[in-house]
């Protein structure tokens, strides 16, 4: 990981630096930091020109800048108080503190003073403004983002010369599963540079992935790691977060650099492999003093060699509650936390099972959860084929009160039209020919008293929409055949991988029927917007091959996540199934070459595609080319993105995704 230089390049070499910029479009080594000449190569492949007029770049609307602090709200609630302590530590010094996303996006600003801002605003230096490197150049927001790492940015750094008044420093922010979140800023006049601001902002940022941390596992089982005991409690200290099977499905970012793991290790490493021992172990060293912070266990010390991180190689267990005898040697003290007796504790059910750490999915199983027992309430999951709708139907049934009683599923879609009647419904003995001689109670009464999931729901005849709808309005089933109707009681779920609303309006589907099945909505992720892949793949590994500890090949991680999994979930777990048969028996890394030839080739066209990293120029030419036509299009507009979609025949949402704001 880049480190950010420890103070700003002096003036006299910036100056020598852009005239060998400006004329030869290279930097002598040494002149400038790495990350700088890295940043300013990035942005002439952008096709920004560092003097004149800037291109027109993004503003997002009212809109688009509501709908972005809504899909960011836990990151600014916890962000905003921390903004806010910054300001007073440099009120009255031209500054302002600043929050994007992790596109850059500007998304809250504070700061009051007036001369400052005002100068700030015209280069847009202000929410709803985008500062990626491709619209901005290099600045500490947009660089951090690329490099993932604390930057500073000052004066003539700035690869826009218009910009070259300001001194920025910024650090990046990440939620406890890895997920780059945005990046904390402190911009202000390059004359009033101080060396402490990146320590300060870098200070908030960890202050801020601590109350993350903290709002997601505070009630689960994590570990506290400092070096000193005084630390632990406090906002310096390293957290992790682990699974009752002993994955590590959480951590910061001190937690990381402490143990000498990545962001990618989270979800896919053991305790054995973060700590040095097992779980057990770590449990064992008995229950937790009232005096100690939040009432976490007794410190439980771990050594580890000179220069070294605590890596499984070197850490071992030396005392349960005294420091160990001055060896040369350093000790990370650490407490493990379980859910106080007096504190709710967060359910370990099959919904909770589910949840491997992506955002939008975790607020689909929330939401679920609330409806669990109230079977009035019919939902519908909508979603693309192999997102898990039948998954979360199963574990919902399997999380409620009616747990013991019958799960029943029927595809709509696998069911020919003849049968699916007296599928459903029942038939009375001789009801139709073919029909048993003792009949069937059907599928409906069979659910009784449990849950009934209708899966493909949007392929169900019309004729069989008004029986169905009927028997939710009465609770009563009559079978094929005649005879007296039936009560029956169930919680009703339904799913579907079209839109059910397009499909009314085909004709396709009952209006009133529509309404009935829709009580609440809960749309499914597709997998290639879910960011706890790696979490995944670790998972359905060690449900595939539990008695093997199999992880992927990092780089095929990589390419994983590039993937766009037209299968979703299904085509990920039936890969990776394909993947241990192929394996070796003593083989415990799983590379390329176990996977399927179609999935292989699949993972070289997505590297190889437009937009995505290229592997040869003429893709990368491509992708320039793309980007510069939006950009100049954009500019013509005058930075009005409707306009600017009309004249490159897209939609302004596509557009808007184009650049990153969407």
């Given at each position: 990981m880049?480190?950010p230089?420890e103070?700003?390049?002096?003036p006299?070499?910036?100056r020598?630096?852009?005239?060998?910029w400006?004329?030869t479009?290279?930097?002598?080594?040494?002149?400038?930091?790495?990350?700088?000449?890295?940043?300013?190569?990035?942005?002439r492949?952008?096709?920004?020109?560092?003097?004149g007029?800037p291109?027109g770049?993004?503003?997002a609307?009212s809109a688009?800048?509501?709908?972005?602090?809504?899909?960011?709200?836990a990151?600014?609630?916890?962000?905003?108080?921390?903004?806010?302590?910054?300001?007073?530590?440099?009120?009255?010094s031209?500054?302002?503190?600043?929050?994007?996303?992790?596109?850059?996006?500007?998304?809250?600003?504070?700061?009051d003073?007036?001369p400052?801002?005002?100068?700030?605003?015209?280069?847009?230096?202000?929410p709803?403004?985008?500062w990626?490197?491709?619209?901005?150049?290099t600045?500490?927001?947009?660089?951090?983002l690329?490099?993932g790492a604390?930057?500073?940015?000052?004066?003539?750094?700035?690869y826009?010369?218009r910009?070259?008044?300001?001194?920025?420093?910024?650090?990046?922010?990440?939620?406890?599963?890895?997920?780059?979140?945005?990046?904390?800023?402190?911009s202000?006049d390059?004359?009033?540079?101080?060396?402490?601001t990146?320590?300060?902002?870098r200070?908030g940022?960890r202050?801020?992935e601590?109350?993350l941390?903290?709002?997601?596992?505070?009630?689960g089982?994590?570990?506290?790691l400092?070096?000193q005991i005084?630390?632990?409690?406090?906002?310096?200290?390293?957290?992790?977060?682990?699974?009752?099977?002993?994955w590590?499905?959480?951590?910061?970012?001190?937690?990381l650099?402490l143990?000498?793991?990545?962001?990618?290790?989270?979800?896919a490493?053991?305790v054995?492999?973060?700590?040095?021992?097992?779980?057990?172990?770590?449990l064992?060293?008995?229950?937790?003093?009232?005096?100690?912070p939040?009432?976490?266990?007794?410190?439980?010390?771990?050594?580890?060699?000179?220069?070294q991180?605590?890596?499984?190689?070197?850490?071992t267990?030396?005392?349960?509650?005294?420091?160990?005898a001055a060896?040369?040697?350093a000790a990370?003290?650490t407490?493990?936390?379980?859910?106080a007796a007096?504190?709710?504790s967060?359910?370990h059910?099959a919904?909770?099972?589910?949840?491997?750490?992506?955002?939008?999915?975790?607020a689909?199983?929330?939401?679920?959860?609330?409806?669990?027992?109230?079977?009035?309430?019919?939902?519908?999951?909508?979603?693309?084929?192999?997102?898990?709708?039948?998954?979360?139907?199963?574990?919902?049934?399997?999380?409620?009160?009616r747990?013991?009683?019958?799960?029943?599923?029927?595809?709509?879609?696998?069911?020919?039209?003849t049968?699916?009647?007296?599928?459903?419904?029942g038939?009375?003995?001789?009801?139709f020919?073919?029909?048993s001689?003792?009949?069937?109670p059907?599928?409906?009464?069979?659910?009784?008293?449990?849950?009934?999931?209708?899966?493909?729901?949007?392929?169900?005849?019309?004729?069989?929409?008004?029986?169905?709808?009927?028997?939710?309005q009465?609770?009563?089933?009559?079978?094929?055949?005649?005879?007296?109707?039936?009560?029956?009681?169930?919680?009703?779920?339904?799913?579907?991988?079209?839109?059910?609303?397009?499909e009314?309006?085909?004709?396709?589907?009952?209006e009133?029927?529509?309404?009935?099945?829709e009580?609440?909505?809960?749309?499914?992720?597709?997998?290639?917007e879910?960011?706890d892949?790696?979490?995944?793949?670790?998972?359905?590994?060690q449900a595939?091959?539990?008695?093997?500890?199999?992880?992927?090949?990092?780089?095929?991680?990589t390419?994983?996540?590039r993937?766009?999994?037209?299968?979703?979930?299904?085509?990920l777990?039936?890969?990776?199934?394909?993947a241990?048969?192929?394996?070796?028996?003593?083989?415990?890394?799983?590379?390329e070459?176990?996977?399927?030839?179609?999935?292989?080739?699949?993972?070289?066209?997505?590297v190889?595609?437009?937009?995505?990293?290229?592997?040869?120029?003429?893709?990368?030419?491509?992708r320039?080319?793309?980007n510069?036509?939006?950009?100049?299009?954009l500019?013509?507009?005058?930075?009005?993105?409707?306009?600017?979609?009309?004249?490159?025949?897209?939609?302004?949402?596509?557009?808007?995704?184009?650049?990153?704001?969407?």
């Amino acid at each position: 990981m880049p480190h950010p230089p420890e103070a700003p390049t002096p003036p006299e070499r910036i100056r020598q630096a852009r005239r060998q910029w400006l004329d030869t479009g290279t930097v002598a080594t040494g002149l400038i930091a790495g990350p700088l000449q890295a940043s300013w190569a990035r942005c002439r492949e952008f096709g920004l020109q560092p003097q004149g007029r800037p291109q027109g770049a993004p503003h997002a609307s009212s809109a688009q800048l509501a709908r972005a602090l809504a899909h960011r709200h836990a990151l600014v609630a916890h962000a905003k108080p921390v903004m806010a302590f910054l300001n007073e530590q440099v009120q009255g010094s031209d500054s302002l503190v600043l929050l994007a996303d992790a596109h850059g996006l500007l998304l809250h600003a504070s700061g009051d003073d007036a001369p400052f801002a005002d100068r700030a605003a015209r280069v847009a230096l202000r929410p709803g403004a985008v500062w990626s490197e491709q619209w901005r150049g290099t600045n500490a927001i947009g660089t951090a983002l690329a490099e993932g790492a604390p930057m500073v940015v000052h004066a003539g750094e700035h690869y826009l010369e218009r910009n070259g008044f300001l001194t920025c420093a910024a650090a990046p922010i990440a939620d406890a599963t890895g997920q780059l979140l945005g990046v904390l800023d402190i911009s202000g006049d390059r004359r009033g540079y101080h060396r402490h601001t990146l320590a300060l902002v870098r200070s908030g940022a960890r202050m801020i992935e601590h109350q993350l941390f903290t709002s997601r596992h505070g009630s689960g089982l994590h570990v506290r790691l400092h070096a000193q005991i005084e630390g632990l409690g406090t906002v310096t200290e390293g957290l992790l977060a682990l699974s009752e099977d002993g994955w590590v499905t959480g951590a910061n970012t001190a937690a990381l650099e402490l143990l000498g793991l990545t962001r990618g290790d989270i979800g896919a490493a053991t305790v054995e492999r973060a700590l040095g021992l097992d779980l057990r172990s770590l449990l064992a060293h008995g229950p937790a003093p009232r005096a100690l912070p939040r009432g976490g266990s007794a410190p439980l010390w771990l050594r580890l060699e000179p220069g070294q991180t605590l890596r499984r190689s070197s850490a071992t267990v030396v005392s349960r509650a005294q420091p160990p005898a001055a060896t040369g040697t350093a000790a990370f003290s650490t407490t493990v936390s379980a859910p106080a007796a007096d504190l709710p504790s967060r359910p370990h059910d099959a919904l909770a099972a589910l949840d491997t750490g992506d955002a939008a999915f975790r607020a689909v199983l929330e939401r679920a959860r609330k409806v669990l027992d109230k079977p009035a309430v019919p939902v519908l999951l909508q979603g693309e084929t192999g997102t898990g709708k039948d998954l979360l139907a199963r574990a919902m049934h399997d999380s409620s009160q009616r747990h013991d009683k019958p799960f029943v599923a029927v595809n709509c879609a696998a069911l020919p039209e003849t049968l699916i009647e007296a599928e459903l419904f029942g038939y009375r003995p001789g009801a139709f020919t073919g029909a048993s001689r003792h009949g069937a109670p059907g599928r409906l009464r069979e659910a009784h008293g449990g849950t009934l999931f209708l899966d493909e729901i949007g392929d169900m005849p019309l004729a069989l929409q008004a029986r169905l709808l009927r028997v939710l309005q009465e609770r009563q089933v009559s079978p094929l055949g005649g005879g007296a109707a039936v009560a029956v009681d169930f919680r009703l779920i339904c799913a579907s991988h079209r839109k059910l609303k397009d499909e009314v309006a085909a004709g396709r589907l009952r209006e009133d029927l529509y309404y009935r099945l829709e009580g609440l909505l809960l749309t499914l992720p597709p997998l290639r917007e879910r960011t706890d892949l790696p979490a995944l793949v670790a998972r359905l590994l060690q449900a595939e091959a539990p008695d093997r500890a199999l992880h992927v090949d990092d780089a095929l991680i990589t390419a994983f996540c590039r993937q766009p999994w037209p299968g979703n979930l299904r085509q990920l777990a039936q890969a990776l199934r394909t993947a241990v048969a192929l394996l070796d028996g003593g083989a415990t890394q799983i590379t390329e070459a176990e996977l399927p030839d179609d999935l292989r080739a699949a993972l070289h066209t997505a590297v190889d595609a437009p937009g995505a990293p290229a592997t040869d120029s003429a893709a990368e030419d491509l992708r320039q080319l793309t980007n510069a036509r939006i950009r100049a299009t954009l500019a013509a507009a005058q930075g009005n993105v409707s306009a600017a979609a009309r004249r490159l025949g897209i939609s302004r949402n596509t557009l808007y995704r184009r650049l990153g704001i969407g």
